[in-house]
């Protein structure tokens, strides 16, 4: 049976949570959620399907976490692997809208995986973001500082993408 595993970076918690969301969603098990911050690299190898989340801290940098973490993956060959990013930031801070999503997306093009989640960006309100490529979103946004209310139908709607893209 194919495995996913979900591996995340927060700093003040809510990417925390929406990890945990998305874990009861995707029927992963509590074991298979992973904080970076207490992972090593090479604990990603036995999952099929990969879910990495960061939040977008200074300038539109990764979660502090997440540094030793991707330079870890990226040197890796994740040609049998699936990834699926997702990021919570702040759409006021417009010209670097959850860019540690585009950070990671872009990081990990040279380790042969294939990228699944693209999500539609239409419902969102934001000047640049690294994660807008080609018309649409390459992972999930959640802004939970502006928009909470909309945040369980997103992840709702991520996570049955993801079931229909990795089936
Ligand atoms: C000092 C500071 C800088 C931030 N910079 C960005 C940013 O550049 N882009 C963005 O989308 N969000 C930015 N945010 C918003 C955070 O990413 C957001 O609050 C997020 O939900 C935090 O998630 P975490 O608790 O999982 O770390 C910033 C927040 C703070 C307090």
Known sequence: MKKTGIFYGSTTGTTECVASRL???MHVEKTDLHDVAQSKPSEIAKYDLLLFGSSTWGNGDLQDDWYDFLDGIEALD?????????GCGDQSMSETFCNAVGTIYKRLQKTGARFCGAFEAGDYTFDKSSAF???????????DVNEPEKTENRLNHWAKLLQKEFA
Do not use: V, Y
Request: no cysteine.
């Open 23 to 25: 874990a009861e969603l």
């Open 78 to 86: 994740l040609n049998d692997k699936t990834i699926a990013i997702f």
């Open 133 to 143: 490529i080609d018309g649409h979103f390459i992972g999930l946004l959640i802004d």
